[in-house]
């Protein structure tokens, strides 16, 4: 049996190899592909990246938050310094006045002792208040001086259980202060003369005498601590 030999278009014999090459058994298997998922699914994720992302949604409000308080903190000294105010006791008159003292208070009525009173009280808010030094006259940088100009005694309350008889059951004591403060050298004062009152209601119960002193202390109180506010605060 003769051996036939494979001849290509020109005539030539096809080498073995050649042929072994185009044999379809040695073509090279293709890569595959997964399938694409269907539309509109939603492609998978781990659980660690699932958390992970959540985490940082979650910690984004909280660092925008932290952020804005900072940033609010650092602003709020400069707010308060801009619009003129302090944080503390810390007087708002001018930078140069540090220290006070209470000069001489005169006594235009017939109060006793309410004139030495009134200096005691003044001087006490002072050094509550502690916005300006309370000092000597000669070491001060201003003298507060005054006068008190009425103490008045009405009724605001009576009591008519003593057969039809009506008494006084209760009283009001109001004490008014005209005052005003200078600079040692200078004859201007610092600012226009101020008036300011202030008053205490009390009963007479066993001593009326002693009744009317802690009335009187109490109105003093109450009129020197608005003096006090008005020379710190209200220039």
């Avoid at 002072?126 to 009425?150: E, P, Q, V």
Wanted: proline content about 7%; glycine content about 6%.
């Amino acid at each position: 049996m003769r051996n036939s030999v494979r001849t290509g278009r020109n005539g030539h014999p096809k080498s073995a190899s050649s042929a072994k090459r185009r044999s379809p058994r040695n073509i090279p298997t293709l890569c595959t592909f997964p399938a694409p998922e269907a539309a509109g699914s939603c492609p998978s994720k781990t659980p660690a990246a699932d958390s992970s992302t959540a985490t940082k949604r979650r910690s984004l409000p909280m660092t925008c938050f932290k952020s804005f308080i900072l940033a609010f903190a650092l602003l709020l000294p400069l707010l308060f310094s801009g619009c003129g105010y302090h944080i503390g006791a810390r007087s708002l008159v001018h930078p140069q006045i540090k220290s006070i003292a209470v000069g001489e208070i005169k006594n235009d009525t017939l109060e006793p002792l309410a004139a030495s009173i009134m200096r005691q009280q003044l001087c006490e808010r002072y050094m509550f208040d502690g916005a300006l030094k309370l000092k000597n006259k000669g070491d001060a940088d201003c003298i507060l001086s005054g006068t008190i100009r009425s103490v008045k005694n009405t009724t605001i309350r009576e009591d008519d259980t003593d057969n039809d008889i009506y008494r006084p059951a209760e009283f009001r004591l109001e004490v008014e202060l005209e005052y005003t403060v200078i600079i040692p050298g200078r004859g201007k004062p610092l600012f226009p003369t101020r008036t300011v009152r202030g008053g205490a209601n009390y009963q007479i119960l066993a001593d009326p005498t002693i009744s009317r002193q802690n009335a009187l202390k109490q109105a003093c109180y109450n009129t020197a601590k608005l003096a006090v506010e008005y020379t710190t605060e209200a220039w």
